[in-house]
Each structure stands twice: as C-alpha cells, then as structure tokens.
C-alpha cells in the first residue's frame, strides 16, 4: 500500500514568488492535513481538506492557502514568499472521522522542504 | 502561545534502560494525545496514542502514561534500542477537530551502545 507521496522533496524560491506544493493521500483517504515545521516551533497544524473543503485552518496568514480534488490529492500554495516561510512541509492524511483520531494516528508524508532565498 | 510544551530538548540514555519522555500541556480541552517518531529527512511516524479517559496504554515496548489533573503525559520505552535514537514529539487535539494536532517542539533522543 503506497503511503502519503509528496512532491517535490526540496524547492529553493526567492522572495516574492509563489510556490505550490503537491500531496496525494494514501488510497481511500479522503482527509489531507498540511503542517509547517521549523526550528524551534515544532509542527505547526496550517489547514486540512476533507471531501473538497477545507474544514480546519490554523493561524497562519491568507497568504497560504490550499485546496483539494475529487481524487483527494491536495495542493498547498504560498504567495509573496518570505524569508520566514523556509521550512518543512508536511501533509497527512486519513480517513476523515472529524470527531476522533483514528487509532492508526495519522500518516505523514516525507516533506518538501522549502527553502527562500 | 506553546499549548503542548517538551522542556527537554535532548535526552542520552544507554541502550536497555527506560527512556522517559515527558510532555505537558495547558489546554484542557484536549482529549486525545499522540507520540511521533521523527528521523531526518522523513514525515513523522506514530507510535501511540492515548485517550483521555484512559491513563495507560501499552504497545510493545511503548507505554504512553496521561496524569489529567497534572496535565501531563509521558513515553516510556523499554528497553531502549540505539534504532530508537530520533526526535520525538507529542500531538494533542481537542474533541470535534481531531484532525487539527498541536505538537510539542520535540526531543531529541540519542540511545547510545
């Protein structure tokens, strides 16, 4: 069973572009999370997709933005690119209960790790 | 605002003791907590997760301890192994938004031979 692919692995981007980070789910999930993680925050939750529409968002500005297709792959973007936006990017999916965790967690993918020049 | 806190940044211990990993948290409205494993240069994998209706639970070498009223939970691994040498790092969600974890900063664990 394949797992949660992410693409691509590394991305170097200068300041003031844009970026669109892909993510396909293992098959049958049908729920993709997207988290940033740099040093010294952690694994901070950016928003998730579920059927379609995006049903939780953390705090991060308008200018990350996602969204998903009827296959459940997921595309993350972010415009006007910062210095602080370097980071790891990491998606997860699962099956989409909203109300529990599912008792196999969540699987993440590898992570594309954006770096801005 | 750090809701999931892991004061310890590193932590050594040789290979077949217990390790102990600890993790605290302030929002009380988490319900559920989980532990990753992260190597580099790979996504994090779980390992265990808890209810908070329980104050146990065990898997293999993997028994993750939840104290409510101290907010506190802890990882213990026993034995160590020196593939267990990586970041680990606490999750918690809160009810109605299980998909939305709250991590720990991590700790980075170095079991040694």
């Known amino acids: 069973k394949a797992g949660v692919t992410q693409t691509p692995r590394y991305l170097i981007k200068t300041r003031g572009q844009q970026v669109t980070l892909s993510c396909s789910p293992i098959s049958g999930h049908r729920s993709v999370s997207w988290y940033q993680q740099t040093p010294g925050q952690g694994l901070q939750f950016l928003f998730e997709?579920?059927?379609?529409?995006?049903?939780n968002k953390g705090n991060f500005p308008g200018r990350f933005s996602g969204r998903q297709f009827s296959n459940s792959r997921s595309e993350m973007n972010v415009s006007t690119l910062e210095l602080g936006d370097s980071a790891l990017y990491l998606c997860?999916?699962?099956?989409?209960?909203?109300?529990?965790?599912?008792?196999?967690?969540?699987?993440f993918g590898s992570g594309t790790r954006l770096t801005v020049v | 605002d750090q809701q999931v806190k892991q004061n310890s940044p590193s932590l050594s211990v040789q290979e077949g003791r217990i390790s102990i990993l600890n993790c605290d948290y302030t929002?009380?409205?988490?319900?559920?907590f989980l532990w990753y494993k992260k190597y580099p240069a790979e996504g994090p994998t779980f390992l265990i997760s808890i209810s908070s209706i329980k104050d146990k639970n065990e898997d293999g070498r993997f028994t993750v301890f939840l104290n409510k009223s101290a907010k506190h939970l802890s990882l213990h691994i026993v034995p160590s192994q020196p593939g267990d040498s990586a970041v680990y790092f606490c999750a918690a969600s809160e009810a109605g938004t299980a998909s939305k974890l709250t991590f720990g900063t991590g700790t980075r664990l170095q079991v040694t031979l």
């Open positions: 997860a999916s699962s099956l989409g209960t909203i109300d529990r965790v599912p008792n196999y967690g969540y699987t």
């Open positions: 929002n009380s409205m988490f319900d559920y």
């Open positions: 997709y579920f059927s379609e529409t995006q049903r």
